[in-house]
């Protein structure tokens, strides 16, 4: 395993009753770089996002954070790991304050307990306000600091999003997974997305994303695993990939200009 590795997905396989939807895939994500996830549909892509963060378990192999067995637990326990994610549906309080969702972001991180809380305890308070500081942060890295108070429905679908990779942010992870994060945007969008992703990386953050926006991947990611048919049958850098003979039959269906 490389030694800069943050996450080592081991030989991974699952299986759905008669339906093999990962078969022995391993994949080595190093730190500090953007990793694409590519493949048609139904090549298992988020099957193996949802085994990375808990969502279901791995009827073989084994997945490892810089190092270390991440144990077969519920996904708010990966999140206190270093472990966060968004979704292909945006999945937020629609009713709530953009502050208020992202605030959620920080539970794993917030010793206060449940009578502190109704009780409205003075470290309750303390807490709060420290919750409330470091939601503002992640607003701001995401250019939507002006936007806390406003209620979260009333935004557009791409200011939606950015809440979400804020409140991502807000959990203080190690590694960020992105499950089709260009979904539904218009290219203005994307353009900020595209940025947004590049400045994560060089913050340090690591990043795994599955994307079907070609062009995108290929702008954004240092290296790229593609699946099909639960197997991984490429990986490399973009050009690599590009021009890489079983992706472009499996996937690409041509070669890209």
Request: proline share 5%.
């Amino acid at each position: 395993m490389n030694t800069s590795s943050m996450l080592h997905i081991n030989d991974i396989s699952k299986w759905f009753g008669g339906l093999q939807a990962l078969s022995n895939v391993s994949i080595s994500v190093t730190a500090s770089t953007v990793h694409g996830i590519i493949g048609p549909n139904g090549a298992g892509k988020t099957t193996l996002f949802n085994v990375i963060t808990g969502m279901i378990s791995p009827d073989q192999g084994s997945v490892l954070l810089k190092g270390k067995l991440l144990p077969r637990q519920k996904p708010h326990k990966l999140v206190s790991m270093g472990i966060a994610r968004t979704f292909q549906n945006i999945r937020l309080f629609k009713n709530m304050t953009v502050l208020e969702n992202v605030m959620i972001g920080q539970h794993v991180h917030t010793p206060t307990p449940v009578f502190s809380i109704i009780l409205n305890t003075e470290f309750a308070r303390i807490w709060e306000k420290k919750t409330r500081e470091e939601a503002l942060i992640a607003l701001a890295f995401v250019g939507l600091e002006a936007k806390a108070a406003e209620i979260v429905k009333n935004l557009s679908y791409g200011q939606q999003r950015l809440i979400e990779f804020a409140r991502a942010i807000a959990a203080k992870p190690k590694l960020i997974l992105l499950d089709e994060p260009a979904a539904g945007m218009n290219p203005t969008e994307k353009a900020n997305l595209l940025q947004f992703v590049s400045t994560l990386r060089e913050n340090g953050y690591t990043i795994i994303l599955i994307e079907h926006d070609m062009k995108l991947v290929m702008n954004i990611c240092d290296t790229i695993s593609v699946l099909d048919h639960g197997k991984k049958i490429a990986e490399g850098n973009p050009e690599d990939i590009r021009i890489h003979p079983e992706v472009i039959r499996a996937y690409l269906g041509k070669r890209e200009p």
